[in-house]
């Protein structure tokens, strides 16, 4: 069992190296602009998944997950000739979903704040119903009494 440091060291090896292969290894012209957005390796350091987005529309996307996916041998082997490892770990690609994720927040977000701002227009023309205090005050106490 290797310990948490040495998998997350090989985690990043294991980054760099899929982004070398997929721009050197991979003679495929229609593989669009990938990155590699984060790896993750199992504790035994026997499985690595592999996050990565695609720039571009949703058919440049398919297109290079279909090639990303038919060349795994090849990038599990340029991997392997990285790493300093008895044993190549078996890699599995995910599409990371985080940026559009993070891009909806931001759009929900913004127009949030622009609502807010609207309110806050609208609440300083505003006044008040009835009195400034609608809430019943004790009675005070007179010293003549």
Do not use: C, W
């Not at 392997?80 to 927040?105: C, K």
């Not at 127009?111 to 300083?124: G, Q, S, T």
């Amino acid at each position: 069992m290797a310990d948490a440091a040495r998998a997350r060291k090989l985690a990043e090896r294991i980054k760099v190296l899929v982004a070398t292969a997929l721009e050197k290894a991979v003679k495929d012209p229609d593989l669009g602009f990938v990155t590699i957005t984060e790896v993750k390796v199992t504790a035994d350091l026997q499985h690595a998944t592999i996050y990565y987005t695609v720039f571009g529309d949703e058919s440049e996307k398919k297109r290079s997950s279909e090639i990303i996916e038919k060349n795994k041998g090849l990038i599990r082997r340029e991997v392997g000739h990285g790493l300093s490892i008895r044993l190549t770990p078996t890699i599995e690609f995910v599409v990371d979903e985080v940026p559009e994720v993070a891009s909806q927040l931001n759009e929900l977000l913004a127009e949030a704040k622009a609502r807010d701002e609207e309110l806050h227009k609208i609440a300083e023309k505003a006044a008040y119903a009835g009195e400034e205090n609608p809430y019943r005050e004790p009675k005070k106490i007179d010293d003549e009494d």
